[in-house]
């Protein structure tokens, strides 16, 4: 075995943390198996054989954005032939559709432009209440979050109390991209810096909101990069235990402005990625294999790498539908089919991880 993982094995048996050279090692190895096999261990000591998943609806309420991030395929301008701004109405009826197919979560983000606003927020969060009363409103990333709060002059406690009085029950963890400045200059560079974002996601939890944490990867940020984003959310973490789960995201680049970017990325390098989000945020009770970046099969292998839970249905996606995936959403059985095809049991959750159902 690589002396570094030894090290890192005789670490975690002795409750000790793993530092940078370590998190760097769990990436630079050539040992790929025994990266999954720790990691596996410290998913199992966690979760057993359990892997959770949603029936969710997707909301992408618009795809009209000011800030046009060349990592972003789903955005355009006001005027484009494909632009849409969803109406309240159209929300309604997709709301009231989902409720005759057992789902038990919205998940709702979009772009930023002038017609976003707190109230339209809240009078949406009201509707799908109405129509829907016990599903889980999971919405807004720290981006949007942040926009509201600027053009409206609303601080951020007073912007999360007043969401979550209209309903909002967690927020999903986009826009975290890899929290480095000179990498968000050159992917996002009208994006909020890392450190609003790690001070937004900071306000949600103090409100007693609790989120996810994504980390865009497989662009243009080098593995450093990707142990300092890690670590600056354990640090956060470890202050507000307010994050729920840690949720890579591989980068598509067909359709966004960084197209130009072969996709080089291997399967030993995503098996890597997961493996060290596991071992590294010790603090993170779920590290989430998001099913739809990584290709149904493919995830499941993911799953004996350190995840513990792989998405949702995604009924109605069109982000990463707007970047290529081939396949949006999926239906409930398939997802337990795959994850007992890998002797695991499947635990049908919502995004604050209450259980709807056991799948034996
Ligand atoms: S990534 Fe988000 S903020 Fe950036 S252009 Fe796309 S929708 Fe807008």
Request: charged share 25%; net charge negative.
């Amino acid at each position: 075995m690589d002396p570094r993982l030894q090290k890192i094995e005789q670490k975690i048996a002795a409750g000790e943390r793993l530092d940078r050279d370590d998190a760097l090692a769990l990436f630079t190895t050539d040992d790929l198996f025994e990266v999954g096999r720790i990691a596996n261990g410290q998913k199992e000591k966690i979760h057993g054989n359990k892997i959770h998943f949603g029936v969710s609806l997707n909301i992408n309420h618009t795809n009209i954005c000011s800030l046009r991030c060349p990592i972003c395929a789903f955005s355009t301008d006001k005027d484009a032939d494909n632009a849409y701004f969803l109406s309240q109405d159209e929300i309604s009826a997709r709301v009231a559709k989902a409720t005759r197919h057992d789902i038990s979560e919205v998940h709702i983000v979009g772009g930023l432009h002038d017609s976003i606003s707190l109230t339209y927020f809240k009078d949406m969060f009201a509707e799908i209440r109405r129509i829907a009363p016990a599903m889980n409103i999971n919405a807004l990333t720290a981006t949007e979050c942040d926009f509201i709060s600027r053009k409206e002059d609303i601080p951020l406690d007073r912007l999360f109390t007043e969401l979550k009085e209209a309903g909002l029950g967690s927020m999903p963890g986009g826009g975290a991209e890899i929290l480095d400045e000179t990498i968000r200059q050159q992917i996002t560079p009208l994006k909020i810096s890392g450190e609003r974002w790690l001070e937004v996601s900071k306000a949600a939890h103090q409100a007693g909101i609790r989120t996810n944490a994504t980390m865009l990867w497989g662009h243009i940020e080098s593995y450093a990069d990707r142990v300092e984003h890690m670590f600056r959310l354990r640090e956060l973490q470890d202050q507000t235990n307010g994050f729920k789960s840690f949720v890579p995201l591989l980068f598509h680049p067909q359709n966004t402005q960084l197209s130009h970017l072969s996709k080089v990325t291997s399967a030993a390098e995503i098996l890597k990625v997961y493996a060290a989000s596991r071992l590294v945020l010790d603090n993170f009770p779920h590290i989430k294999a998001l099913w739809m970046y990584l290709g149904l099969k493919f995830a499941t292998v993911v799953l004996r790498f350190g995840a513990d839970d792989m998405g949702a249905t995604s009924y109605d996606e069109r982000i990463v539908h707007a970047a290529g995936s081939q396949t949006t959403s999926v239906s409930k059985d398939k997802l337990v089919y795959q994850i007992q095809s890998m002797q695991l049991i499947p635990y049908e959750v919502d995004s604050n991880y209450r259980l709807i159902k056991k799948h034996a």
